[in-house]
C-alpha cells in the first residue's frame, strides 16, 4: 500500500490524490498501480491516463491525476506508451505490474 488517496469518479475513473510536498510522475503511476492490484486486477492488464494532473474532483483544492482500467468507457484514446515517463498525455499507459515498479525505493511501497 502506498501514502496516496484512491477515489472513484466516475466513468470509470479514478484519480490518484496528491499527499505532501513535491510529487512526480512514478508516484501517481505507483499508486495507480498499488490500486488495481489491491482490487484484484491482474498485474497484467493496461491503465491509461484520463488527465493530466489538475484539481481533484474528489478532494477539493487538493492535485490529482485521473486513471483508468477501461479506456473505451472513459473515452480515451490509447496511444503507443510514452518512452519517457510522465503524466500529461491522455492515453498513455502501462501494465499494473510496469507502475508498481515504480513503487520500489520510493518509500511508497511496502511488503
Known amino acids: 500500500m ?3 488517496p484512491v ?7 479514478f484519480e490518484v490524490i496528491a499527499r505532501g ?6 508516484d501517481y503511476w505507483c ?7 489491491s482490487l484484484g486486477i491482474p498485474s497484467s492488464r493496461r491503465m ?5 494532473e489538475g484539481l ?5 483544492g487538493g492535485k490529482a491525476v485521473r486513471f483508468t482500467f477501461d479506456p473505451d468507457a472513459a473515452g480515451v484514446t490509447p496511444i503507443q506508451p510514452q518512452v519517457s515517463l510522465s503524466v500529461k498525455v491522455p492515453g498513455d499507459n502501462m501494465t499494473l505490474a510496469a507502475a508498481r515498479q515504480f513503487c520500489i525505493g520510493t518509500g511508497l ?3
Open 109 to 111: 511501497f511496502f511488503f
Open 2 to 4: 502506498n501514502r496516496f
Open 56 to 60: 481533484s474532483q474528489a478532494s477539493p
Open 7 to 13: 477515489a472513484e469518479i466516475g466513468n470509470a475513473t
Open 31 to 37: 499508486a495507480a498501480g498499488d490500486y488495481g492490484i
Open 48 to 52: 491509461y491516463l484520463v488527465a493530466a
Open 21 to 26: 510536498g513535491r510529487v512526480g510522475a512514478r
